[in-house]
């Protein structure tokens, strides 16, 4: 059993950045695909970008392109997502994700995910 913990949310203000970081467990860190999702109050769970095994491919939704940027330090078995030019709207409990595969030009879909964290609140005042 993988276990993943996300540390790092918090309050910000609009326009301020956060750094999330997600720690894994797992020696074999490499071999997964990492993704972060978000959950917003009375929304769906969706995808806001991942990273493959190496760090060589990104992807992230529309929402986010520009502000976001997911990165990893497989050393170490963590993945950091850097919010910057943050708005109200991307307040949400934030998850990072485990996955086997993953496909050129889109994001993660649920089902696909084989480890999730417990997620940590990112609330973005004003």
């Known amino acids: 059993q993988v276990q993943l913990v996300e540390s790092g949310g918090g309050l910000v203000q609009t326009g301020g950045s956060l750094r999330l970081s997600c720690a894994a467990s797992?020696?074999?860190?490499?071999?997964?695909?990492m993704g972060w999702f978000r959950q917003a109050p009375g929304k769906e769970r969706e995808c806001v970008g991942r990273i493959s095994y190496t760090g060589g491919s990104t992807y992230y939704v529309d929402s986010v392109k520009g502000r976001f940027t997911i990165s990893r330090d497989n050393a170490k078995n963590t993945v950091y997502l850097q919010m910057n030019s943050l708005k109200p709207e991307d307040t949400a409990v934030y998850y990072c994700?485990?996955?086997?595969?993953?496909?050129?030009?889109?994001?993660?879909?649920?089902?696909?995910?084989?480890?999730w964290g417990q997620g940590t609140q990112v609330t973005v005042s004003s």
């Open positions: 994700a485990a996955a086997a595969r993953a496909y050129n030009g889109r994001c993660l879909f649920e089902y696909e995910i084989h480890y």
């Open positions: 797992t020696r074999t860190f490499s071999n997964y695909n």
